[in-house]
């Protein structure tokens, strides 16, 4: 119940295309889903994030995709740049607010 | 520009030895963490902390770590005395309502031989 499952593992998208990752959770209680970029190296950076109460969620090149009921949510990077090549992880807070409960990540390999 | 710094960047210790990892917040954070990350998997919450006192923790925080605020600013954690697996990048969090974004310092390189 306290999993967030994150898929693909890695990714491999040309310039210019789109990047989508995954992750599902099972916990209805979760009730903030932020994603995180990390560079090798250096640590997890806020990228974006979402409620539950909103079904998307854009800024700039980056988008959330939420599903309530299904339990899914999604990150969608537009027009993919070399720049973008990083793990990224999807997360969601626990019920107490207190701990984020983070996918294995997904690393994204951009080719220029 | 991460609003955490966290020292050391690398530390080196023997199996058994106890190790501080700081953490100094630029400005006055409420909230904070710490998390792990072993090499090539996923970041794990450790323990968070509110007010000067723990806040929840997870099973992977035994008895073997601590975490204080002694000073009022550097926020440290503890390992008592470390063994093999504790082998990891370690970080520092900091969060402003408790609830939402949590923003993540450099990390600190903890190598157990």
Redesign the interface.
Known sequence: QQQVKQSPQSLIVQKGGISIINCAYENTAF??F?W?QQFPG?????LI?IRPDVSEKKEGRFTISFNKSAKQFSLHIMDSQPGDSATY?C?A??Q??????????TTLSVSS | EPEVTQTPSHQVTQMGQEVILRCVPISNHLYFYWYRQILGQKVEFLVSFYNNEISEKSEIFDDQFSVERPDGSNFTLKIRSTKLEDSAMYFCAWGLAGAGGQFFGPGTRLTVL
Do not use: M, V
Request: proline share 8%; aromatic share 16%.
């Open positions: 009730d903030y932020p995180y250096k640590g997890p950076a806020l994030a992880f997360a807070l626990n107490a607010g207190t701990a984020l409960i983070f996918g294995k990540g």
